[in-house]
């Protein structure tokens, strides 16, 4: 009897010890992101009326409510002129917004301002963007270029396109986050995009999805493939100009409307890569947009043409896309937004800005940001990305005097447009934590932060994304919390693009990639069939007489697309800024640094730097331990040592390999290299996936 009692005794403490366990493990593996609040205090919360969208607005006040106990809370539509259309205003007990959407994200601003401790004064708050997308690279049959996070929330296969209670709940959960940083729009599938995305069936799977984001205000939209008229539609051309084409165009338009009432319209990837686009039938990327944007106009819907374009020709790279777009600026419809990525080559660890921004002054022009984190070391390198893009932002392109951004160049402050937008390329994928690493949601949530705002800095976004994130469920003192834990992290975020602009690529240097992963380094890699414009020494241009891209009026004279006084500056050698030297200038290696170190050196230091920053990110996070539950500790542990062992081999890959040509000795005080030139090529010639580095 004793013995049975007591069997039972431990059975229940098993019980519930597991429980606890399993609840824990549930709770702790990323998958609730920043939205984590749960009320503290009851709410009244009155609303005149009801719908899908606001009803979410009202349950997420009633679910997340951290203000005074028993408060009424007032959610108002009103007509203010002030407001756009998805602006709020905001104070601590009543939100008023022209559309149910403005009042879920002033549901969201109050409720983070409540769990972050920021005040709420009497505010009116607008976006600075209408349209806020995220991008999917997924293809249909579930896999996603250039991610790192698993396969599709969207796409399960051709043959799997039935949808379930289990789709249905993490594209709800998906939307949920989205909305609560302002996102308005996703792209769902990649923009390689299959010509099959546009028939009937897959159409259905799509509208479902639409069905689910719609409540919490984001629009669908969908990245179409130029070419879909004769390979789906069984025409002989897919000329832009063609009655037939157009009115294959038009005739799935009405078909995607009727299933989809606010489909927001299409992305285009033309002529580029490889993609078909009008210019296969003689006709121009404006003939092509025009005629696509026609078709959507009676809907609202629009067309956003990417920039992205260069062919192998002997023109800079770094040109080719203003040199393609330039001409045709004022010929596009006012429902044409050209996507422009931040930088003229592509999503390199640092960029200047594409000149095309401020430049095309009678054409709508979006920003496309990577959040996915190709060539940042994916989802294994702690990059917090939201100081890269408020450096972008924030650059001055002089287009319309002092101060003409690149964030007033494309929100409409500057230039008069219909639609002002930005895109950023998404992270997410099925694994437990959406995105691969922990540290990796920041940069899903600092995009939707910078597309509402602007204006907003990185520290800010930081703050709240670890406040959010990593509220501590114990007891802590906050005074540990905050000397221990949010500073140091806080800090340890906002280097972390340096440092790994400073282990991969300093002073300008781009694109040194070995093959086709965009993982590891490879100043080498240049095999002798691949174009010169896919492989590195075309990029650093190393060699016995200095490094880096002439880009002056001597070189290829790109310092030539931007607005003076840029091209002055960036062309003179005592005023380009030295993050962008070797993108602009070919110098040699004993050239002297304003450090009054040789270039060598000052390569040296940089790439040396960037290592000993990732040390200290371990001890950082290492140090703030006991403020992290055990599971989210030990998965960044683990990435960062590995972040620091790629580090340094970035470092000794690129000095050993550069010093061939500089011949000089890498600084005696600097740590030396601790791997073999050799065995880190062999490793790149070990890597299953080989390709073109474009
Ligand atoms: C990069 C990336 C490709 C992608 C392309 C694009 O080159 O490596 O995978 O398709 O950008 O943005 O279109």
Same mark, same amino acid.
């Given at each position: 009897m004793l013995t049975n009692?007591?069997?039972?005794?431990?059975?229940?403490v098993f019980c519930i010890f597991f429980l606890i366990f399993s609840i824990g493990l549930k709770a702790e593996d990323g998958h609730r992101l920043w939205l984590r609040a749960s009320a503290t205090s009851p709410v009244i919360v009155q609303c005149a009326r009801h719908s899908a969208t606001l009803d979410i607005a009202v349950n997420e006040l009633k679910k997340g409510w951290q203000g005074r106990p028993g408060e009424t809370v007032i959610l108002k539509l009103v007509k203010d002129k002030q407001l756009k259309n998805d602006g709020?205003?905001?104070?601590?007990?009543?939100?008023?917004?022209?559309?149910?959407?403005?009042?879920?994200?002033?549901?969201?601003?109050?409720?983070?301002?409540?769990?972050?401790?920021?005040?709420?004064?009497?505010?009116?708050?607008?976006?600075?963007?209408?349209?806020?997308? +995220?991008?999917?690279?997924?293809?249909?049959?579930?896999?996603?270029?250039?991610? =790192?996070?698993?396969?599709?929330? $969207?796409?399960?296969?051709?043959?799997?396109?039935?949808?379930?209670? !289990?789709?249905?709940?993490?594209?709800?959960?998906?939307?949920?986050?989205n909305a609560s940083v302002g996102i308005n729009g996703s792209v769902l599938n990649n923009v390689n995009a299959s010509p099959k995305m546009l028939t009937s069936e897959i159409l259905q799977r799509a509208k479902a999805i639409a069905d689910v984001l719609r409540p919490y205000g984001?629009?669908?939209?969908?990245?179409?493939?130029?070419?879909?008229?004769q390979v789906i539609g069984g025409l002989e051309t897919a000329d832009p100009l063609d009655p037939e084409v157009k009115k294959w165009?038009?005739?799935?338009?009405?078909?995607? =409307?009727?299933?989809? @009432?606010?489909?927001?319209?299409?992305?285009?990837?033309?002529?580029?890569?490889?993609?078909?686009?009008?210019?296969?039938?003689?006709?121009?990327?404006?003939?092509?947009?025009?005629?696509?944007?026609?078709?959507?106009?009676?809907?609202?819907?629009?067309?956003?043409?990417?920039?992205?374009? =260069?062919?192998?020709?002997?023109?800079? !790279?770094?040109?080719?896309?203003?040199?393609?777009?330039?001409?045709?600026?004022?010929?596009?419809?006012?429902?044409?937004?050209?996507?422009?990525?931040?930088?003229?080559?592509?999503?390199?660890p640092r960029e200047p800005f594409s000149p095309l921004f401020g430049a095309m002054k009678h054409t709508a022009v979006m920003p496309e940001l990577q959040i996915t984190q190709e060539y940042l070391g994916q989802s294994t390198h702690l990059v917090f990305l939201s100081t890269m893009w408020e450096e972008f932002l924030q650059s001055d392109t002089w287009q319309e005097g002092e101060g003409s951004t690149v964030a007033r160049c494309t929100d409409g402050s500057i230039f008069d447009q219909k639609y002002s937008a930005i895109a950023g390329v998404a992270n997410i994928g099925l694994d437990a934590n959406w995105c691969g690493h922990h540290f990796a949601q920041a940069n899903?949530?600092? $995009?939707?932060?910078?597309?509402?705002?602007?204006?907003?800095?990185?520290?800010?976004?930081?703050?709240?994304?670890?406040? +959010?994130?990593?509220?501590?469920?114990?007891?802590?003192?906050?005074?540990?919390?905050?000397?221990? $834990?949010?500073?140091?992290?806080?800090?340890?975020?906002?280097?972390?693009?340096?440092?790994?602009?400073?282990?991969?690529?300093?002073?300008?240097l781009h694109h040194i990639f070995a093959a086709n992963h965009h993982y590891?380094?490879?100043?080498?890699?240049? @095999?002798?069939?691949?174009?010169?414009?896919?492989?590195? @020494?075309? =990029?650093?241009?190393?060699?016995? #007489?200095?490094?880096?891209?002439?880009?002056?009026?001597?070189?290829?004279?790109?310092?030539?697309?931007?607005?003076?006084?840029?091209?002055?500056?960036?062309?003179? +050698?005592?005023?380009?800024?030295?993050?962008?030297?070797?993108?602009?200038?070919?110098?040699?290696?004993?050239?002297?640094?304003?450090?009054?170190?040789t270039l060598w050196d000052e390569l040296c230091y940089h790439y040396d730097e960037g290592v000993q920053q990732v040390r200290q990110f371990q001890k950082i996070w290492d140090k703030a331990e006991r403020f992290v539950d055990a599971e989210r500790f030990s998965a960044v542990q683990k990435k960062l040592r590995e972040q620091s062992l790629n580090a340094g081999e970035w470092k000794d890959a690129c000095l050993l390999y550069f010093q061939q040509f500089s011949k000089m000795p890498v600084p005696?005080?600097?740590?030396? @290299?601790?791997?073999?030139?050799?065995?880190?090529?062999?490793? #790149?010639?070990?890597?299953?996936?080989?390709?073109?580095?474009?």
């Amino acid at each position: 009897m004793l013995t049975n009692k007591n069997n039972q005794v431990k059975h229940t403490v098993f019980c519930i010890f597991f429980l606890i366990f399993s609840i824990g493990l549930k709770a702790e593996d990323g998958h609730r992101l920043w939205l984590r609040a749960s009320a503290t205090s009851p709410v009244i919360v009155q609303c005149a009326r009801h719908s899908a969208t606001l009803d979410i607005a009202v349950n997420e006040l009633k679910k997340g409510w951290q203000g005074r106990p028993g408060e009424t809370v007032i959610l108002k539509l009103v007509k203010d002129k002030q407001l756009k259309n998805d602006g709020f205003r905001l104070s601590a007990t009543e939100i008023q917004a022209n559309s149910e959407t403005g009042i879920l994200y002033g549901v969201y601003e109050l409720l983070r301002r409540q769990q972050t401790g920021e005040p709420v004064r009497n505010e009116l708050i607008n976006p600075s963007y209408n349209l806020r997308l +995220l991008n999917h690279w997924d293809n249909l049959n579930g896999t996603i270029e250039r991610g =790192y996070a698993g396969y599709s929330i $969207f796409w399960h296969g051709e043959d799997s396109l039935a949808v379930s209670d !289990r789709d249905k709940k993490l594209w709800a959960e998906y939307a949920r986050a989205n909305a609560s940083v302002g996102i308005n729009g996703s792209v769902l599938n990649n923009v390689n995009a299959s010509p099959k995305m546009l028939t009937s069936e897959i159409l259905q799977r799509a509208k479902a999805i639409a069905d689910v984001l719609r409540p919490y205000g984001i629009k669908t939209f969908l990245a179409v493939n130029f070419a879909s008229p004769q390979v789906i539609g069984g025409l002989e051309t897919a000329d832009p100009l063609d009655p037939e084409v157009k009115k294959w165009w038009y005739d799935k338009a009405k078909e995607i =409307y009727s299933l989809i @009432p606010d489909f927001g319209g299409f992305l285009v990837k033309a002529n580029s890569e490889g993609q078909p686009g009008p210019q296969n039938f003689g006709r121009t990327h404006a003939d092509g947009a025009n005629m696509m944007a026609d078709v959507l106009l009676p809907y609202g819907g629009i067309v956003m043409w990417r920039a992205f374009v =260069y062919d192998p020709s002997d023109e800079d !790279r770094a040109k080719q896309a203003y040199n393609e777009f330039m001409p045709f600026d004022g010929q596009f419809r006012e429902n044409v937004i050209i996507q422009v990525k931040n930088g003229p080559i592509d999503f390199q660890p640092r960029e200047p800005f594409s000149p095309l921004f401020g430049a095309m002054k009678h054409t709508a022009v979006m920003p496309e940001l990577q959040i996915t984190q190709e060539y940042l070391g994916q989802s294994t390198h702690l990059v917090f990305l939201s100081t890269m893009w408020e450096e972008f932002l924030q650059s001055d392109t002089w287009q319309e005097g002092e101060g003409s951004t690149v964030a007033r160049c494309t929100d409409g402050s500057i230039f008069d447009q219909k639609y002002s937008a930005i895109a950023g390329v998404a992270n997410i994928g099925l694994d437990a934590n959406w995105c691969g690493h922990h540290f990796a949601q920041a940069n899903w949530y600092a $995009f939707g932060r910078l597309a509402w705002d602007n204006s907003l800095s990185s520290a800010q976004i930081a703050d709240e994304w670890l406040k +959010l994130t990593f509220k501590p469920e114990k007891q802590f003192s906050p005074i540990d919390w905050n000397l221990i $834990f949010l500073l140091p992290v806080k800090q340890m975020m906002l280097e972390s693009h340096e440092a790994t602009v400073n282990y991969m690529m300093p002073l300008g240097l781009h694109h040194i990639f070995a093959a086709n992963h965009h993982y590891g380094p490879g100043p080498w890699w240049a @095999p002798k069939d691949w174009r010169k414009d896919w492989t590195p @020494p075309y =990029y650093h241009q190393a060699g016995d #007489d200095g490094i880096g891209f002439d880009r002056t009026a001597n070189g290829s004279n790109a310092v030539s697309q931007y607005h003076e006084p840029l091209t002055t500056q960036l062309g003179n +050698l005592q005023t380009c800024p030295e993050a962008y030297l070797l993108w602009f200038h070919h110098l040699p290696w004993d050239y002297n640094m304003k450090s009054g170190r040789t270039l060598w050196d000052e390569l040296c230091y940089h790439y040396d730097e960037g290592v000993q920053q990732v040390r200290q990110f371990q001890k950082i996070w290492d140090k703030a331990e006991r403020f992290v539950d055990a599971e989210r500790f030990s998965a960044v542990q683990k990435k960062l040592r590995e972040q620091s062992l790629n580090a340094g081999e970035w470092k000794d890959a690129c000095l050993l390999y550069f010093q061939q040509f500089s011949k000089m000795p890498v600084p005696y005080e600097l740590e030396r @290299p601790v791997n073999n030139l050799e065995t880190l090529m062999e490793k #790149d010639r070990r890597m299953l996936h080989r390709g073109p580095t474009n």
